[in-house]
């Protein structure tokens, strides 16, 4: 396995409430030219964890920080209008921790960080230092 110190949390960037899946994003991933969706977890708005992209594989979510870090990635992030919005429903909010909290027990080293850590964007639209550290 490679070398994790990172847990990079995301979101889809998409509109508050509105479904996607795994699949509607390794097509949008596809597109962009990657060999599939950058994302190894999906966390649906029902706060079903889906899995994507092998933790085994290098991800594609954040540059530069891809080669030792898992991508996670929940369905949601914008507002109706489509500017940045903290859209988690409760069940999403408690699967993100659940994941996080699994993937430390793996991967003892790995901090939880957001990507607007790592990039001027508002991705995952939530103070990730405030709720894991
Ligand atoms: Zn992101």
Redesign the pocket.
Known sequence: MRKIDKIIL??SATKEGQHFTVEDIDRWHRARGFARIGYHHVVYLDGSVHKGRDESLIGA??LGHNATSIGV?YIGGLDAAGNPKDTRTEAQKKAITGLAENLKVRYPNAKVHG?NEF?A?A??CFDVKKEFR
Do not use: F, L, Y
């Open positions: 995301h979101c979510h954040c990635c990507h990039a964007k991705c995952p």
